[in-house]
């Protein structure tokens, strides 16, 4: 069954950094477009950094120069978020695309606060 497992979320002081992990399982077959997305409450669900299908990357303006988005070769896909800001505070998905459908993470409460 596949399966995206996200970790790494929690609570940080503004100008603190985390990084999010996202593992897709290895029933996963071609697997293209993983990427993370954001909640914040009562707002909609925001792109904030992908790997598109042509390998490229994509970051919301919000998150440029602060955010890196990165893989590595066995499916894991990490957000590396630095100088967080109070705004960034949001439940973080995990996205990927297989075969033309889509697929979420349970999702990783990120709060930023002093």
């Known amino acids: 069954q596949e399966e995206l497992v996200e970790s790494g979320g929690g609570l940080v002081q503004p100008g603190g950094s985390l990084r999010l992990s996202c593992a897709a399982s290895?029933?996963?077959?071609?697997?293209?477009?993983m990427g993370w997305y954001r909640q914040a409450p009562g707002k909609s669900r925001d792109l904030v950094a992908v790997?598109?299908?042509?390998?490229?990357t994509v970051y919301a303006d919000s998150v440029k120069g602060r955010f890196i988005i990165s893989r590595d070769a066995k499916n894991t896909v990490y957000l590396q978020m630095n100088d967080l800001k109070p705004e960034d505070t949001a439940v973080y998905y995990c996205?990927?695309?297989?075969?033309?459908?889509?697929?979420w993470g349970q999702g990783t409460q990120v709060t930023v606060s002093s």
């Open positions: 996205k990927a695309r297989a075969k033309g459908s889509d697929y």
């Open positions: 290895q029933s996963f077959s071609d697997l293209n477009g």
């Open positions: 790997f598109t299908s042509g390998g490229f």
